[in-house]
């Protein structure tokens, strides 16, 4: 037996209060580790792939970047004839309305797109998995996203009522980004007659550069030539999404610090009781030659023993949330990495140690005669 | 050598000060046995405690080896009480959580333990006569049995001091005697300085000076020998 020995003999004492303690601990952590596990992963997701899926230049209506308002069909005609600039292809976004599928329903947004013109930029709707991409003359026809045909059960051929009109399934995409392969499109006319939108709207236009590397001169030119449009390049749309998941990644850890802060309160509670309890046991110590330093060091230990297993038992929990998240959620993706697994540990154990601080310092001020005669 | 020099302790409870150790003076030689003997209240386990630095006197001096205790800063104290003190408790004290034998070690998991002091822990057991049940908890030894182990605590530092309070307190008459005969083995044997506190005279009747305690005075003390 050595001192880690004792240590460890003290926390199995009570096993069930042990166990519960710990339990609040794995909470905590296995809520960091999922939470902040998912927005590594919508990050890295967004981030891989997204910006060479949509197009080297997104225009939207000025100060409009979510492309809820519409613009006239004349704006791409302008953009068409500024130098630098290659292809053009319009996007329609369709208000939200439920797509039944007989399948459970569906609520994410749906494009109306120009089938030529997509393939000639090759955006996310031309990386087809199964069936064929829209072409030119398809009416009532819509491609989906892999990640959406698995969740709804849809295949090449299903039929879905989507405003009251039927749609077959042509094809399905796959980009391997899970929010992309959510996506649904159909032709960009039959979008505009299904909404009740006037035959020239569009939200979006999206631009291909004629020269890899341009792309933010020709943005720029595009903001001062066409009025009243808003051209972001891709690249600045990964910061602003990047920002956006930095914002997330906080706010997860700032929710799942709070869960396990409550878990470390638990453990100083443990302790506490548990060092209240062994006051004599501790006055033994000291009377035959122990030093407040060895009892301080002795309660810290079980501290960091209790952050210790709590937090790999959280661990443990988090991935196998993430792993239920994955079988549930057709490519879904958490990134769990080593850095994450590491700060999650140094929480845990520094709850431990700093729950442990009381307690510890509380038996180190035990008066060996007082506790040897504490019945 | 310890030399107690005009020992004073004094508690205050409320308005009324206690004087649990009021003048006491004496001299206790190396590899002397000795007992202190008194009724309940008279001074006995303080005066033990003062002797083995687990409590600082309101005035006066408890000095051990030429050190004056009082002069030691509290804060290393404890290695006094590690290195020349044993303590046998009235009640064995021992921790139920560990095994004879881990609770021989005690005092020594701070310094950490190596194969040398696991040896020494089994040897005083066998002295003992417990090396059968070095792996028993407490809770399987009988009392004097407990008694016995917390007597290789005592042990296991190799102190030149054993302070004893009670020590037969808690076990019957038989038990008794088999512990105060270890004690005496145990002083002419090794020549450790043995002083144990008892209200049994038989006990003490084996012990080389006999110290009346009454009042937090020394009321007379009576050599056996």
Redesign the interface.
């Known amino acids: 037996m050595n001192f880690l020995g004792i240590v460890y003999k003290n926390i199995l004492r009570r096993k069930a209060r042990t166990f519960l303690s710990l339990l609040g601990i794995m909470i905590g952590v296995a809520a960091i580790v999922t939470l902040v596990g998912i927005s590594n992963g919508l990050r890295s997701n967004a981030l891989d792939v997204m910006s060479t899926l949509t197009g080297d230049i997104t225009v939207t209506k000025s100060g409009n970047i979510l492309a809820t308002e519409t613009m006239d069909e004349s704006v791409m005609d302008k953009i068409k004839d500024i130098k630098g600039v290659k292809y053009v292809a319009p996007v329609v976004i369709i208000p939200e309305k439920e797509i039944e599928t007989g399948k459970g329903i569906g609520s994410f947004e749906v494009y109306g797109i120009d089938p030529v013109a997509e393939k000639l930029i090759g955006t996310a709707a031309t990386e087809i998995k199964e069936g064929r991409a829209l072409e030119a003359n398809d009416r009532y026809k819509m491609i989906v996203g892999s990640a959406y045909a698995k969740m709804k059960n849809l295949k090449v051929g299903s039929k879905v009522t989507f405003y009251d009109k039927q749609f077959e399934i042509v094809g399905i995409t796959e980009t391997g980004n899970y929010i992309m392969d959510q996506m649904r499109a159909i032709p960009i006319d039959v979008a505009r007659e299904v909404a009740r939108l006037d035959p020239r709207t569009i939200h979006m236009v999206r631009v291909k550069v004629e020269k890899p590397g341009t792309e933010k001169e020709v943005a720029l030119r595009i903001n001062l030539i066409v009025p009243n449009v808003e051209a972001t390049t891709s690249s600045e749309q990964t910061e602003q999404i990047s920002n956006f998941m930095d914002t997330i990644r906080t706010m997860t850890w700032a929710i799942s610090a709070v869960a396990a802060i409550v878990g470390g309160i638990g453990i100083m509670n443990t302790m506490l009781m548990s060092v209240i309890e062994r006051t004599k046991e501790i006055g033994i110590f000291k009377a035959v030659g122990w030093s407040n330093t060895d009892t301080l060091k002795m309660i810290l230990l079980e501290g960091f023993l209790l952050g210790f297993f709590g937090g790999i038992l959280g661990v443990i929990g988090g991935k196998l949330a993430t792993m239920i998240f994955a079988s549930l959620l057709a490519q879904f993706q958490a990134d769990i990495t080593l850095t994450l697994v590491g700060e999650a540990m140094l929480f845990a154990v520094s709850l431990g140690v700093i729950g442990g601080i009381y307690p510890a310092y509380r038996a180190a001020s035990i008066d060996p005669i007082e506790a040897l005669r504490n019945e | 050598m310890i030399e107690l020099i005009d020992l004073k302790k004094y508690y205050r409870i409320g308005d009324i000060t206690v004087k649990a150790l009021d003048g006491v003076s004496m001299k206790i030689e190396d590899g002397e046995f000795i007992s202190i003997v008194g009724p309940s209240g008279s001074g006995k386990t303080t005066l033990l405690?003062q002797i083995?630095a687990?409590?600082t006197p309101t005035s006066g001096k408890v000095i051990i080896d030429g050190i004056d205790i009082a002069k030691i800063p509290k804060?290393?104290l404890?290695?006094l009480?590690?290195?020349k003190?044993?303590?046998v408790?009235q009640e064995h004290?021992l921790?139920p959580?560990?095994t004879a034998l881990?609770n021989v070690?005690?005092?020594l998991?701070?310094e950490?333990?190596d194969q040398k002091k696991y040896e020494r822990a089994l040897k005083l057991l066998e002295i003992v006569g417990l090396k059968e049940r070095a792996l028993h908890k407490p809770s399987e030894l009988s009392g004097g049995q407990k008694q016995r182990v917390a007597m290789a605590?005592?042990l296991i530092?190799n102190p030149k001091l054993i302070l004893a309070d009670e020590p037969t307190g808690s076990v019957d008459s038989k038990t008794g005697q088999e512990i105060v005969g270890f004690l005496k083995k145990l002083n002419k044997e090794f020549n450790t300085t043995i002083i144990i506190v008892t209200h049994d005279l038989e006990v003490a009747k084996n012990t080389d000076r006999i110290i009346f305690l009454r009042d937090g005075k020394i009321d007379r003390e009576v050599k056996t020998l």
């Open positions: 405690d083995g687990l409590d804060s290393i404890y290695k009480r590690r290195k003190i044993g303590f408790f004290n921790i959580s560990l881990e070690l005690i005092p998991l701070p950490g333990i605590r005592a530092n």
